[in-house]
């Protein structure tokens, strides 16, 4: 699912959660993002109020760069719009 968000998007972990069954495990795919395959696109997932993980490879300052080359505007307290940015996938994308 991470590799189906759009460039400029962002789900959060409690989504990907849910979709994969265990929405009680927001906390844990977290984790799985911070360690998680180098090809998939962790910087587009974020929390439920859209800010940035301290635990991204680099900390906030490299999850807000990543997301800034991707166009994303990330404030000086490190979240993003996340009523404007989040993607919700449609029942094919699942």
Excluded: C
Excluded at 67 to 84: M, N, P, Q
């Amino acid at each position: 699912m991470v590799a189906q968000i759009p460039k400029g998007r962002v789900m959060t972990y409690g989504q990907l959660a849910a979709l994969a069954g265990a929405a009680w495990a927001a906390w844990e795919v977290g984790q799985i993002a911070h360690t998680g395959p180098d090809d998939l696109p962790w910087q587009r997932v974020v929390n439920k109020q859209g800010s940035l993980a301290s635990g991204y490879p680099g900390g906030k300052n490299s999850h807000k760069a990543a997301l800034e080359a991707e166009g994303v505007i990330v404030s000086r307290d490190f979240k993003v719009d996340i009523g404007k940015l989040l993607w919700v996938p449609n029942q094919g994308s699942r």
